[in-house]
Each structure stands twice: as C-alpha cells, then as structure tokens.
C-alpha cells in the first residue's frame, strides 16, 4: 500500500530550488479546497489575530515573516496536507484553476500524518474562520471532502480529531459525522475521536484536479 510519502512525491522543481508536494484542488456543492499558496499568507495572518481563533487552533500569534515560513514548512513537509476554503458564493467569476481566489478564502483544512507506528493514520482539523461562511453546512462538507481526499491520495484508513472539551460545535460536529470518543485529556482538557475510513460515509459529490 503507498505510503504518504510516495503520494506526496509527485513534486516539480520550485523557485529556490525547493521541492514541492503535488498540488491538488477539490470541488464540492458548497465549498472548493485549493492549495494554501503564498497568495492567501496575508488573509490567514489577519485570521491568527482573532484571540478567539487562537485558542480555539492552541496557536500563538506570530508576525507575518513568521507566518511565511510557516506557509514554507506546511508546503514542503511530506506528512502534512493543507487546504485553503473557499466558499462557492463568495468566488468573483467562475472557480478558475491557478487563481488563488483570495475574496472566497474563508477558512482552512488540514491532515496531519504523524504517527510513527501508523502513516496511513491522520489527524484531521479544520477552521471556518469568516463567521458569515458559518452555519450553512460548509464545515461538515468540507470534512468529508478532505477525507475523501485523503483516502483517495494518501490510502488514509483512520481519522483522527482532537478538540476542546469546550469546543461543544465541533464536537457534535465530529460526532455526527461518526466518530467515536477514543480518549480524554484532563491536562489539555482535550477530547480525541476517532474514525475507521471505512465507516465513514464519504460519498459527498466530489471532484479533484491538478492544480
């Protein structure tokens, strides 16, 4: 079975020099997920002053030089995928593949596939964090895209969600969308659920592309 590194392998040479991860986008009803590209940097560093968008990620502000290297790492760390939102009725035009689509950015999705014992095991988190794209469905829709996503590309079998024991919306959330509490944090005051890919209902409408 392919590991996340192999499916992350499909890179081209960068500006520098670098390598980058293969870039994918993902279309669904409400929502498009595209790659977190340097475009969307400043929009998300205005997102990370939110006190409350803070402690709801357990972030700490940074500067946004900070917050550039940061966007540097995500994209060249093999064992993480991250996705910028962009809600549909916020898309000036029609959904253009290459174009960053800054006005419709409105939160961002992420799969993190750090377990030494499991690869094809990630962690899954997700922030709206525009709070006029909240309550209309797209949090949940782009959970069971990114899912989706990764057990088509990253062969991802178990999903994975820590959240605030007072983050009550995620919670349910989570919960209906099938996953079971696995554990509980009394230090972090954490809870950590988990789901088998296979007992999910990943049959959203999806459709994924080259970027």
Known sequence: MEAPEAAAAAAVDGENGMRWKGSWYAVGQRAVLVPYLREHVPRYHEWMQDPALLEATASEPLSLAQEFEVHRSWTLD???HTFIV???DLIQGEFLVGNPHTEAMVGDVNIYMNDPDDTQLAEIEIMIAEQKSR???LGQEVILM??????????IHTFRAKISDSNTASLKLFRKLGFKDASYSAVFKEVTLEAGAAELALTSPLTIGSW
Do not use: H
């Not at 990114?146 to 062969?155: L, Q, S």
């Open 78 to 80: 093999p064992l993480k």
């Open 86 to 88: 962009l809600d549909k």
């Open 135 to 137: 309550g209309k469905g």
């Open 146 to 155: 990114m899912m989706a996503f990764a057990v088509e590309k990253y062969r």
